[in-house]
């Protein structure tokens, strides 16, 4: 009779996601603006500090292959509940944690220290960076999730033009 208890326990752990896999959900692409003084905020949803290390964002500009744009150095981290800020050179802000020259293309890609996707965002209907339908192009405006960084995996539904950061 243990060989049925082993093989259940063996299919329960084979459908348990590792622990990476479970705290990298976690972060979400919170708000984007576009351009030199655009930024990319990164969003820990989570109960515990990420190590982000290693990971990468990646830039969907009209093609089928997404550009690395930002490469997040070793000892990066979001604590729980707080954001991480990619910027172009010219954001005026004062928070700047990683600056980069532009935040440029139709959409970004959040990928892990692995290479798997995170978040995405993509405001062009072609942009293999959007996730279901596209967010709504926000000219002007920055494109936003809820205060809690909301994700049903349809950037239509989730981001909102809003007033970006400065």
């Known amino acids: 009779m243990t060989m049925p208890g082993s093989l259940l326990l063996i299919l ?34 989570g109960a515990t500090t990420i190590d982000i290390g290693g990971w990468s964002v990646q830039s969907c500009s009209g093609g089928a292959i997404p550009a690395e744009l930002a490469s997040l150095p070793a000892g990066s981290e979001i604590a729980a509940g707080d954001h991480f800020l990619i910027t172009g050179q010219g954001f005026g802000g004062t928070v700047q944690q990683l600056v980069v020259d532009a935040i440029v293309g139709d959409g970004e890609i959040l990928l892990d220290r692995r290479g798997a996707r995170v978040d995405s965002i993509g405001w062009a209907p072609s942009s293999p960076c959007r996730e279901n339908q596209a967010a709504i192009a926000c000219p002007g405006f920055a494109q936003a999730r809820d205060v809690l960084s909301r994700d049903t995996d349809n950037n239509k539904a989730d981001f909102d033009c809003v007033l970006p950061l400065g």
């Open 12 to 45: 329960a752990l084979a459908g348990t996601p590792a622990p990476d896999t479970v705290r990298a959900s976690s972060v979400k692409i919170h708000e984007v603006l576009g351009g030199t003084a655009g930024y990319i905020d990164l969003h820990n949803t």
